[in-house]
């Protein structure tokens, strides 16, 4: 009998789930306006070059930063899981730097030896 009843307690204890707070997703709700606003700003105020386009990009991974992380519960999974998730598209991104910079050699190697194409 005693048996019984010291497993009970612990079977509903697995079997609970836990409920993040609403006040966690209005507040993310509100850094995706405010994101998202900023980022209409950009446009709003004719920033052009590399200043408009880093920050577009700059909002747009926060966002989605936000909602990989709390719309899609990737804060509270296990540390190897988010690694699996997150580190290679930020080697996607280090490999992209590092074609960018060796296609510029490449146009400055071309120009310097071919000419201008004049």
Known sequence: MAHAQTHAPQHAAHT?????PI????????????????????DFFGLEGYLRWSLILIFMMLKAGLI???FMHMAWE????IYA???PPL?????????????NYILFTRLTFFGGGE
């Open 16 to 20: 609970e789930h836990r409920q993040h």
């Open 23 to 42: 006040k966690l997703y209005l507040v993310v709700w509100g850094l995706l306006f405010v994101l998202s606003a900023l980022s209409y700003l950009v």
């Open 68 to 70: 990989v992380a709390v």
């Open 78 to 81: 296990r540390l190897a899981l």
């Open 85 to 87: 998730v997150i580190l």
């Open 91 to 103: 080697l996607v991104l280090v490999f992209v730097a590092l074609m960018v910079s060796e296609s």
